[in-house]
């Protein structure tokens, strides 16, 4: 595997910002090795929680996109983690295990920590935990926001993409349709070359039912899935993916429940992820259009929920703090519930035409969301029916995200 540069700068996709991995302490991310590791009695010293407020109480919580370290106030701030010590997170307010302190960067004509190898490389973590602390799943941990990064992160970048949409506008629903359908096609079909999910994503996939039942046989069955619970900051789906020109990436999907996305407060505490996003994918419930909502329904309106979104992405400004202008994320605008639809397309055929999309939601009456998904510089829009009421297989959640990963791989 290859190692590391001592001196690289990796994406966080929890705050927001660019972390210098060598700042970036080893923290225990196993439940069961935190609870067996806890000391019987403490005292004042052996068992501190440094918290957000503790370490960077003058940096906000939600960070600016994708600052350098370099140039950023916070993420070069000499700090020491001492191991043993536990560091509560921002994301999740979880406390873990200090397994060993940052290692820092060390003065090449000193070696430093470096000395048993080359100073050019960054230490693993292995070797900062003496490749004895394996059962509690150690990883780098964000010295800014204090939540366990990517596993992966020293060889994969990620990239963070925004799942948005109203309440049962079946977004959950739609990415267990490509998780499963994409172990059924294989990565080919979504124009990469690997393709995988984390146990950890589908064991929170998991969770979302009840003790016993599995997801993915509820949905083959044509069952209703869970729902993503309102108000709570949930992890990101993590893929393992693979982009045809041999790039070795994360890509984490973000689904943000749809209540939190109708409250201007509750969609920056809860899910800023939109603000520094690689891509925002919008699901579009017909069943909330106006044409087809029940005059008993009370559902937010589509189009002001993404025009908040595009107002959040305009309110930020056109720089960060260092002058680096922000990248704009592109809109996936896909109509969900294909099936529903008065006349709805065939989509075994392939993908509508744009024209042809915009042309059914000013069917539906509702013109007005076209206009919200045009306010974006790059809008792409999309067509699918990720569980057909009438039984039958997905269709064109593969499609979807195809250009999904293909709008990644161009950046």
Not at 43 to 56: I, K, L, M, N, R
Not at 85 to 100: F, H, W
Not at 215 to 228: C, H, Q, S
Not at 342 to 364: H, K, N
Request: contains cysteine; charged residues 25%.
């Amino acid at each position: 595997m290859d190692l590391a540069q001592v001196d690289r700068e990796a994406f966080c996709p929890f705050h927001g910002g660019f972390v210098l991995l060598a700042s970036c302490p080893i923290i225990a991310t196993s439940a069961r090795y935190q609870v067996n590791s806890q000391l019987d009695d403490p005292g004042d010293e052996a068992d501190p929680v440094v918290s957000f407020t503790d370490t960077t109480g003058e940096v906000d919580e939600v960070a600016p996109r994708r600052v350098a370290a370099g140039t950023s106030p916070f993420a070069t701030a000499p700090r020491s983690f001492r191991s043993g010590s536990m560091l509560e997170s921002t994301i999740d307010g979880t406390k873990r295990l200090v397994l060993a302190d940052a290692p820092g960067v060390p003065e090449p004509e000193r070696g430093g920590l470096f000395r048993r190898r080359d100073p050019q490389y960054l230490p693993s973590v292995a070797d900062l935990t003496n490749h004895g602390a394996t059962a509690a799943r150690p990883a780098r941990c964000c010295p800014v926001c204090l939540h366990p990064l990517p596993i992966t992160i020293d060889i994969r970048d990620p990239y963070p993409v925004a799942l948005v949409g109203s309440t049962q506008a079946s977004k959950t629903t739609t990415m267990i349709a490509l998780i499963d359908s994409a172990a059924q096609e294989g990565p080919a079909a979504l124009g990469v070359s690997t393709f995988s999910t984390t146990e950890a994503s589908y064991n929170y996939l998991q969770s979302l039912e009840s003790k016993g039942e599995d997801i993915f046989e509820k949905f083959r069955e044509g069952k209703r899935v869970g729902r993503t619970a309102a108000r709570v900051r949930h992890p990101p789906l993590e893929f393992r993916t693979t982009f045809k020109r041999g790039e070795n990436v994360s890509v984490l999907i973000q689904d943000v429940a749809g209540e939190n996305l109708t409250d201007p407060d509750d969609r920056l505490h809860e899910s800023p992820t939109v603000l520094w996003s690689d891509a925002v994918i919008f699901i579009y419930n017909p069943e909330d259009s106006p044409l087809l909502r029940s005059s008993s329904t009370s559902r937010f309106d589509q189009a002001i929920m993404l025009n908040g979104l595009r107002d959040d992405l305009e309110a930020r400004g056109p720089s960060d703090p260092t002058g680096r202008r922000y990248p704009e994320p592109p809109l996936v605008f896909v109509l969900a519930k294909a099936d529903l639809l008065p006349t709805p397309p065939d989509l075994r055929s392939g993908q509508p035409q744009p024209d042809e999309i915009r042309s059914i939601l000013r069917a539906l009456r509702d013109g007005s969301v076209v206009s919200a998904a045009e306010r974006w510089p790059d809008v792409h829009w999309g067509c699918i029916a990720a569980a057909p009421a009438n039984g039958g297989e997905q269709q064109g959640v593969l499609e979807v995200f195809r250009l999904v990963l293909d709008l990644l791989a161009r950046q």
